[in-house]
């Protein structure tokens, strides 16, 4: 674990952690299950606060287990479930349909964003 650097964060039952790389949405949740987790996704605020350790750590935003659903400016967790946690960032969501993605900023609040753009993959298992 000392080898990973402070890379890995756990809280709960959850271990969060990063490979470092950037990428788009569909291949951040690729390489997540391919190493055995899912893509991040808080689900209280010591969760949130554990994944913004990492975005700092690595200075960049990353992509959350959230995705807009049927409904525009509706989120819900990539399972499907509603979110029962959130912390959008001032007049946030706002893409109205066009951003169905959600990332991470260095604050730990969230925006929603288009899923092609490259973000830090950040994983919890």
């Not at 690595?58 to 989120?75: D, M, P, R, V, W």
Request: with cysteine; aromatic share 12%; glycine share 10%.
């Amino acid at each position: 674990v000392l080898a990973l650097n402070r890379k890995i964060r756990e809280v709960g039952e959850k271990i969060f952690a990063s490979n470092g790389k950037k990428v788009g949405f569909g291949s951040a949740i690729k390489s997540c299950e391919e190493a055995g987790g899912t893509i991040a996704t808080p689900m209280n605020e010591e969760e949130n606060k554990a994944i913004l350790s990492i975005v700092q750590q690595y200075n960049q935003y990353a992509y959350l287990g959230i995705k807009e659903g049927q409904t525009s400016g509706q989120f819900k967790y990539i399972n499907g479930m509603p979110l029962n946690y959130t912390k959008w960032h001032q007049y946030e969501p706002n893409g109205k349909g066009t951003e169905k993605c959600v990332e991470m900023y260095t604050d730990g609040s969230w925006n929603d964003k288009k899923c092609n753009l490259y973000r830090l993959t950040v994983c919890e298992f």
